[in-house]
């Protein structure tokens, strides 16, 4: 699956420095996951990142959008050694 903020963010930003792939942006009125950015830490650690440390519960797996484990391994190590590769 891939990763998406929802509308439960309170825009802390505890998730931009958490986050390996720098797939995280700020919105207008709070954060947004780049997929085509986002390895959901895959073959980084254990849980993604920004799941890990939001206080909201606001970093969710998108349904719609669903990431192969292939995928998501190639984009961690495109990223560079300190994240996987």
């Known amino acids: 699956m891939a990763l998406k903020i929802n509308e439960t963010c309170?825009?802390?930003?505890?998730c931009l420095p958490a986050c390996p792939q720098d797939a995280i942006r700020a919105t207008g009125d709070g954060y947004a996951i780049d997929r085509t950015l986002c390895s959901e830490c895959v073959g980084v650690h254990a849980e993604p990142q920004c799941e890990a440390v939001c206080r909201m519960d606001a970093c969710v797996h998108d349904d719609d959008h669903p990431e192969r484990e292939q995928a998501l391994l190639a984009r961690a190590r495109?990223?560079?050694?300190?994240?996987?590769?």
């Open 10 to 14: 309170d825009a802390c930003g505890r």
């Open 78 to 85: 495109a990223k560079g050694p300190s994240t996987g590769g």
